[in-house]
């Protein structure tokens, strides 16, 4: 496999959970979240993509850093980075939200919902972006 094989083949590996968090998040918007199943799912989803992109993201870097294209590494390592800080921040936030929604806390629910709606644009921010910088990310004819 030469490095520019390497370089796609990252690429989309990264973009596979961004998408696929891309498609499937909405559909949060269709039921209520005060029902609790509905938000452990929730939080098993986010907590699923953090994973997987967190993983994604050091494949990526290390495949654009063995390509030698140092910068774009740079680039996706935060992408990973920010994956690790923010699942934390996130899952902890989405707890708290939920149990003050199970201790009567009749806002708590706007708060969870205003917690998706921040995660999907986060995830809608960087999808952009990386599709975006492909044209720059591959390599020239």
């Known amino acids: 496999m030469t490095p520019d094989q390497a370089v796609l083949f990252s690429t989309i590996i990264l973009l596979v959970p961004m998408g696929y968090f891309l498609l499937a998040a909405p559909a949060f918007l269709l039921v209520k979240l005060d029902v609790p199943p509905v938000t452990r799912l929730m939080r098993g989803m986010f907590n699923a993509y953090f994973l997987v992109l967190a993983v994604a993201g050091v494949i990526g870097t290390l495949a654009f850093a063995t390509a030698g294209r140092f910068a774009v590494a740079l ?22 939200e939920a149990d003050a ?15 998706h709606w921040g995660g999907m644009l986060c995830n809608a921010v960087q999808v952009f972006v990386l599709v975006g910088s492909i044209p720059y990310m591959a390599p020239l004819p």
Request: proline content about 3%; charged content about 30%.
């Open 75 to 96: 680039g996706i390592a935060l992408i990973a980075g920010f994956a690790v800080l923010a699942r934390r921040w996130f899952l902890q936030r989405l707890d708290a």
């Open 101 to 115: 929604r199970d201790s009567g806390d009749p806002t708590a629910i706007r708060r969870l919902r205003r917690l």
